[in-house]
């Protein structure tokens, strides 16, 4: 088994989280060396901790099971119940994760705008609450880089900079959502370090891009992921032979970083072939990484109609409510493919699909 697709198998432009592994990555996991993780005896594991933690400058990370728990390991690292946190209102930790800063650690949550899914010091500025018993206590700033619902937009140093110095003349706590940080250290043009001097706590996925089958973590100081630990246990996600997933993770990092610069090649020529297609708009001109968002106009039909007349052509697509579409490119997504996807897109808005059924799948979530 491999990445090949038989001529019936789906294109799937649902998520950079519906990559398999390769055989390559199959073959490193079953080569691991193992131990209990738990007990801090996994070798693979602690490799890969050391590895990403020195890659961003951070002095120690732990290995989570999904991009959700990291996260959520980071805001219960800052937070306590009652206390607040500023994020942008796109936002996964707000969106996407079950109410888990509620449900988990008590935490409040508020949203603010901004263009393209990113915070900078205009939304921010004001909005530290004063120390008042009438107040929860304003904790934390979370940022997404790329950010996922904002465009797959990739933040500059300079504005990861500014928001940086301004939480700490704050006293706030930094954290980053890193789940396509790799996206965004490709498209940005910087590196791993550089980013990471900027956040006091970072969230990285292997299970997008990088095509593992799971597995983030998350990367502070020696203080910050030693309580982390504590609270991965109580969030149920210390696992034992976890060398098993940290080997896959080691050959992402080696064979799968560089090449995401062609998921974003193939993301912006397939943005360039859908805006040419009369009833589709909204297609931004530069596609900043792998994700691309756009609208369909009234009349053409619904994304959830759009998404089940492709379907039939086998290719998955992420209606997102409403008009809005997202497809999504990631390594099991050829340059071939884009002109089969854009082919059987202009096939689709020829015929019509404005009278298919109104219900079925959506809206994605990543
Ligand atoms: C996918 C994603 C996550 C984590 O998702 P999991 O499915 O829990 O691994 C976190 N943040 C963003 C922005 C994401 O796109």
Not at 11 to 20: E, M, N, P
Not at 314 to 320: A, K, N, R, V
Not at 340 to 356: H, M, P, Q, W
Request: net charge negative; hydrophobic share 40%.
């Amino acid at each position: 088994m491999n990445n090949s697709k038989s001529s019936a198998a789906p294109i799937d432009l649902r998520s950079d989280t519906v990559t398999r592994p390769s055989q390559g990555m199959r073959q490193a996991m079953a080569n691991a060396e193992v131990g209990d993780d738990v007990m801090g005896e996994d070798p693979t594991v602690n490799r890969l901790e050391e590895m990403i933690a020195e890659m961003f400058g951070h002095e120690s990370a732990v290995l989570a099971c999904s991009g959700t728990q990291s996260n959520q390991m980071g805001v219960r690292v800052h937070c306590i119940p009652g206390d607040e946190l500023l994020i942008h209102e796109t936002g996964h930790i707000f969106n996407f994760e079950g109410g888990a800063a509620a449900a988990l650690s008590g935490v409040s949550i508020r949203t603010l705008p901004g263009a393209r899914g990113m915070l900078d010091l205009a939304e921010l500025d004001g909005k530290v609450r004063v120390n008042d018993q009438h107040f929860c206590r304003t904790r934390l700033v979370c940022l997404e880089n790329t950010t996922n619902l904002g465009g797959g937009c990739v933040y500059s140093l300079d504005q990861m900079q500014r928001v940086s110095e301004w939480a700490m003349e704050h006293q706030l706590k930094r954290h980053l959502d890193g789940a396509r940080v790799f996206n965004a250290i490709v498209a940005g043009g910087y590196s791993a370090r550089e980013i990471g001097q900027h956040f006091d706590t970072i969230s990285i996925c292997f299970s997008k891009g990088l095509g593992c089958p799971f597995g983030s973590m998350l990367t502070g100081s020696r203080e910050d992921i030693a309580k982390a630990r504590r609270i991965r246990k109580i969030f149920g996600g210390a696992m034992r032979q976890s060398g098993i997933v940290a080997a896959a993770a080691l050959y992402a990092l080696e064979h799968n970083v560089d090449r995401l610069a062609e998921d974003h090649r193939n993301a912006q020529v397939l943005a360039d072939g859908l805006r040419t297609i009369d009833g589709i708009t909204d297609v931004p001109t530069k596609i900043e990484t792998n994700l691309v968002f756009f609208q369909l106009a009234p009349h053409v039909g619904t994304a959830v109609q759009f998404a089940g007349a492709m379907r039939e052509k086998g290719i998955l697509i992420g209606p997102m409510g409403g008009q809005r579409v997202r497809m999504v490119t990631h390594l099991d997504v050829s340059a071939d493919d884009i002109q089969t996807i854009l082919s059987a897109t202009r096939d689709c808005f020829a015929t019509g699909f404005a009278n298919r059924p109104t219900t079925g799948k959506g809206p994605f979530s990543r």
